[in-house]
């Protein structure tokens, strides 16, 4: 054991290289107003949680700030709907036998998963703690399919995974599209161009005023 100590007194310190003070930089820069630690357990008990408000601030502005913090990582209009949604989200993912400073912790690591992917509205949000959900019960019947020396109770595994996973796809390429508001766009990557005729060069984008050039035939002028 005092060689161990003497081993660690003898390992030289250093300071952060410029890539990993920019690297850590560029990460506080992601999320400027991070939600942090939204729950905590109540002192003297192991099952009831508290919310958690800045004790610096005065009592009105350190609850509209916790309001604030919670409708930016759930996309809700008001803290009430926001706190409902992490809550089912807990309901899917979390054991039930969690209790106390476990409990606190995966509620607040479903808030901060939520709010690294920005929702914008109350729709987003449902999605996002969708995809969430789906992500962690996929990585749970993978870890299942590992840990089991039963084939046939590993395929049945993998295969719930393969379903959850797709879903889970499925539901990411609704957020975006929903992001994306429903624009359209075709993307033009060969042009033929037949005598007498003429061909637009660019990208074509549906709903939007289009820039284009003209070509005249394969002997015109370009």
Known sequence: MDSNKEQRKLIAKRILTTQEKMAIERTKQRNPMNSGHLFRACEGTDSDLELVTDEKLEKEEAADLLDARIMQATGASNPES???????????????????????????????AMQALAPQDEYEGQLIAQLIVLHEQAMDWLGRAMRTERVDFANVYLNGASKLLTRHHETLDMLLKYRRKGEQRVHVEHVHVYGGGQAIVGNVSTGERINKKTEEGPHGKV
């Open 82 to 112: 926001g706190l409902q949604l992490i809550t089912s989200m807990t309901k899917a993912v979390v054991p039930t036998k969690a209790k106390g400073k476990e409990l606190a912790r995966q509620l607040n690591g479903l808030a901060q």
